[in-house]
């Protein structure tokens, strides 16, 4: 199983950016599609972002609407999440997740393991 950590949290004013970070352990990352989601307060966990095992393939939530960016750098083990142009609805607790399957839609999501998650406020 795979064992995920996030760091790069914080509070940032709207209109800024922030770089998550998820660190994973396990021989199996490269070949492991990864996810972000996140969970803001009173609300369900939601999809953010996931990546393919290659970093070729990507898919957004529609809330995101080209401001944020995940990527992985799979000789560090390492899953990304730029988020740029933050807006106050976007502070939650943000997740990594790591993918049993996916086939391409948020929907087809299988979540395998979850990081600890780092929380994100976005003051207005």
């Known amino acids: 199983q795979v064992q995920l950590v996030e760091s790069g949290g914080g509070l940032v004013q709207a209109g800024g950016s922030l770089r998550l970070s998820c660190a994973a352990s396990?021989?199996?990352?490269?070949?492991?599609?990864m996810a972000w989601f996140r969970q803001a307060p009173g609300k369900e966990r939601e999809f953010v972002a996931v990546?393919?095992?290659?970093?070729?393939?990507?898919y957004y939530a529609d809330f995101v609407e080209g401001r944020f960016t995940i990527s992985r750098d799979n000789a560090k083990n390492t899953v990304y999440l730029e988020m740029n142009s933050l807006k106050a609805e976007d502070t939650a607790v943000y997740y990594c997740a790591a993918l049993r399957s996916w086939a391409g839609t948020p929907k087809t999501a299988l979540v395998g393991s979850w990081g600890q998650g780092t929380q994100v406020t976005v003051s207005s």
């Open positions: 396990g021989r199996t990352f490269s070949s492991t599609p």
């Open positions: 990546i393919n095992w290659s970093g070729g393939a990507t």
